[in-house]
């Protein structure tokens, strides 16, 4: 006769922690986190990112994509969009039209953008007006070390790269808060509008251009001294920022979270956790079955518009030029082609547990997070992942010993958010999400466990290594 315990093993499941479960693994993990928090300093903006994914790129034998070239199984070739986003392959031994394995991930991150005409003095304190980029809570930008970043196109044509803030004994720069004495009618406001965006102005200055005739008088000579040490540094002129794109981000740098070091605490964690670990695993991808594409896209955090995010065509003329190389029916490529959206999920966080229904969160330690749909409240502006999907990817996962869990972003009527598997579904692809768990997402400093870190670039190198 069966018992009540051995039918409860049969037919009830649970996401084990892999702390409990594989205690060994702490060692590869904690070790392959090291690469990825020095990745974080290095790559803080998708112009970074992608320039550092190329420099692994080259050193590990990637050569640009060159269609009057043919290929042969495992070579790897990649193609950089616009310096903001990056395709990479592997060749696989299947003919393209059994379609490839295709990973596509984001590398912007939320952020405080300059606005073109950004310079102003008030009452002899220069700042930069912002235009923030992507869903923050806006309260958590100020009193926050900022670091400048960017590029400036002159008006000869030359490109100047801009950082400020990251090395030791290099200024950083900040947005001022009201402080609580006088901060009476501020409390007022809801939490939503207690900083409000024209009030995201960076500081960065406060002493005045003096001249050598001391008599001269200068108008906004604070606003002149910022501008005459930006000249220094860069050649640059006000004018020049009407051709820049400069980005302000935490000046923080990755660390270990935690007496056990088990988190991760960076910015732009989201969702450049799941770019690393698909870029490492795609790297590591020797002898494929079916021919790979890993995506490094710009722009998810407003909608992926432009030419660099995954609205655009970019992807899908990729993947036509690979098929030229074989003379591969595009179609039959995409209509084959399974492939993941690798973006995070907000962990379950017990401070907060009313915002999320617990039975369908992730949480930190159980590994990536399979994410069916995604979307808000009637699953507006999701995917929503097939059965067959969803069956051949956890299958993926078995075969390998994979530790991965499933959950969605909050409770149903609590709000929701998007990735960019919806644009991989329209052109004809199955696709699902799947990605790391992170604690405070948005805001100036995410957790990560290192744990799902490591797990998640374990899940792509079997997704990409299947032959199923």
């Not at 400036?152 to 001022?176: D, H, L, R």
Request: hydrophobic content about 40%; glycine content about 8%; charged content about 25%.
């Amino acid at each position: 006769m069966t018992t009540a315990k051995e039918l409860q093993k049969s037919l009830t499941w649970e996401f084990p922690h892999i702390g409990k479960a594989e205690p060994t693994a702490k060692e590869a993990a904690f070790a392959y986190c090291e690469g990825y928090k020095e990745f974080l300093n290095e790559g803080k903006t998708e112009r970074e990112f992608t320039a550092k994914a190329v420099e692994l790129l080259k050193a590990a034998g990637y050569e640009p994509l060159d269609l009057s070239k043919s290929y042969k199984p495992g070579d790897k070739v990649y193609f950089v969009n616009r310096g903001k986003s990056l395709a990479m392959t592997t060749f696989g031994v299947a003919p393209l039209e059994k379609g490839v394995r295709l990973n596509a991930a984001h590398i912007d991150s939320p952020r405080l953008d300059l606005k073109p005409n950004p310079l102003y003095e008030k009452n002899d304190i220069a700042f930069f007006k912002t235009h923030y980029y992507g869903g923050i809570r806006k309260y958590q930008w100020v009193t926050t070390p900022l670091a400048m970043h960017g590029v400036i196109v002159k008006k000869n044509g030359e490109v100047v790269k801009v950082s400020v803030g990251e090395q030791a004994g290099e200024p950083q720069f900040c947005v001022t808060d009201l402080l609580p004495h006088l901060g009476a009618k501020q409390n007022e406001r809801k939490l939503s509008d207690g900083i409000r965006g024209e009030e995201l102005n960076i500081v960065i200055g406060s002493l005045p251009f003096v001249g050598e005739d001391e008599k001269d008088e200068v108008k906004n000579a604070v606003k002149l001294t910022a501008l005459q040490l930006l000249n220094e540094m860069y050649g640059i002129t006000e004018h020049d920022f009407m051709r820049a794109e400069i980005e302000f981000v935490p000046a923080v740098k990755a660390v270990d979270i935690g007496l056990d070091r088990s988190l991760i605490g960076a910015y732009g964690q989201d969702d450049k956790v799941c770019a690393y670990t698909a870029l490492t695993a795609e790297i590591d991808t020797k002898a494929p079955y079916y021919t790979t594409v890993t995506i490094l896209a710009d722009k998810e955090e407003i909608g992926s518009y432009g030419n660099t995010g995954l609205s655009s065509d970019f992807v899908l003329h990729y993947l036509e030029d690979l098929a030229s190389l074989e003379g591969a029916n595009i179609r039959t490529l995409l209509r084959n082609t399974t492939a993941l959206s690798s973006d995070v999920n907000g962990a379950f966080d017990p401070t907060f547990a009313s915002v999320y229904e617990e039975r369908n969160s992730c949480f930190v330690n159980k590994g990536p997070c399979l994410t069916k749909y995604t979307g808000a409240r009637g699953k507006s502006g999701s995917n929503d992942a097939s059965a067959e999907t969803m069956a051949k990817i956890i299958s993926i996962m078995g075969e390998a010993k994979v530790y991965w869990q499933i959950g969605e972003l909050g409770a149903v009527d609590e709000g929701g958010g998007g990735t960019v598997a919806l644009y991989v579904a329209a052109m004809d692809v199955d696709v699902v999400d799947l990605g790391v768990p992170v604690l405070c997402m948005h805001s100036p400093f995410e957790l990560t466990s290192k744990l799902d870190v490591y797990y998640t670039y374990k899940a792509f190198a079997a997704f990409l290594a299947s032959d199923k």
